[in-house]
DNA sequence: GATACGTGGAT
DNA sequence: TATCCAAGTAT
């Protein structure tokens, strides 16, 4: 049963978000949401994935880009890997990107192109979670699911004064969470304490003073606000070091690898190279006169450090090794590459 | 439940 | 410089 705590709650967020909801280009305008228009199933997706562990300022120039050259999800489904690998290099969490194709084939195969309205068949597709789930079904469709995202987690810890850490605490937060969800505008609702909490309800400094949940927090009352939500610490990263090898021939083509599909960086391109661990090896793929360039990339991954030593040759124009892919100018773009092998090329650019 | 999985911005 | 953190998911 909904008491009226909760009730004024979601009237005052609700009419918070029609003042202040901020553009987004997977969102549609006040004026066509009043007018009951829903947004497209295929963009809500798509955002909603590339927002996973990732900022709204980092996402918008891809979506745009992702949109523009892929509007529908029967052109995302029919485009190659490397296509779309390729332009999700530099967002990071690659296998969003393989299970992103993998899910549009199986909604353009196995559901008519069209995506599911439900949470419970949303959550069966690849990629999708609890959480996109819940956002795809409340945003796209207008269901009255409840989203938990780290955003909701601390708007509603805060608002109830929970001091149990997360991630325990994550089932009593989801069932306080699910008493406030309305059954009016579930998804405005849902987007309307995902953007209090990136706006008003910020980790750091929250700014209490302009919150509409102000009177209602229970932690602004108490003064631990700044405090909440606790979390369970987390483990030191160690430094890993290993080398990379860059490799030119003298018709400007490029030496890469595909990475294996599993693990880091799956299925991107990237430079070939040693192992990562304590004490690399220094064996070269093949014999040729390596320079080793002065400098090193330094680039933090979320479980370690890595250091990494850049190796370069040149070699004659020529068939590449087995199973390593040369490129030729054109084809070659360091855009395509993930944030820690570009970092390697421009450092091997600029020695 | 614990771990693997990216990156860039803020403090 | 170091740490935290972001509209999490898969295994």
Partial sequence: M????????????????????????????????????????????????????????????????????????????????????????????????????????????????????????????????????????????????????????????????????????????????????????????????????????????PACGICPMRTRCRSQAAGTQADLPRKTPKKPKPTRYGHVYITQTADGAMLLERRPDKGLLGGMLGWPGSEWSDAPSDTAPFASDWRVLPGEVRHTFTHFHLILQVWATSLPPGAAPEDMILLDKHAFRPSDLPTVMRKAFDLWRNQ
């Avoid at 003042?19 to 969102?27: D, G, H």
């Avoid at 979506?63 to 890997?81: C, I, K, N, Q």
């Avoid at 999700?88 to 992103?100: E, I, V």
């Fill in 2 to 205: 909904r008491d009226t705590h909760e009730i004024d709650f979601n009237d005052e967020l609700l009419a918070w978000y029609d003042r202040n909801a901020r553009e987004m280009p997977w969102r549609i305008g006040p004026a066509d949401r009043s007018s009951g228009m829903r947004p497209d199933p295929y963009r809500v997706w798509l955002s909603e994935v590339m927002l996973q562990q990732t900022t709204v300022a980092a996402v918008r120039d891809y979506f745009l880009r992702f949109t523009s050259r892929w509007p529908t999800v029967e052109s995302l489904a029919a485009a190659p890997d490397e296509q779309v690998m390729g332009e999700w290099a530099g967002l990071g969490y690659y296998a969003r990107a393989r299970n992103l194709l993998k899910c549009a084939r199986v909604v353009v195969e196995s559901h008519d192109g069209c995506f599911p309205d439900s949470h419970d068949e949303l959550l069966n597709l690849p990629g999708i979670g609890p959480y996109t789930a819940a956002a795809i079904a409340a945003i796209a469709f207008d269901r009255p699911e409840t989203v938990l995202d780290g955003n909701v987690e601390r708007v509603v810890a805060r608002l109830y004064d929970i001091h149990d850490p997360l991630p325990g605490s994550k089932p009593q937060l989801k069932q306080r969470a699910a008493a406030l969800t309305p059954a009016v505008r579930p998804g405005d609702y849902a987007q309307a304490v995902m953007d209090l909490g990136a706006t008003v309800c910020t980790p750091r400094s």
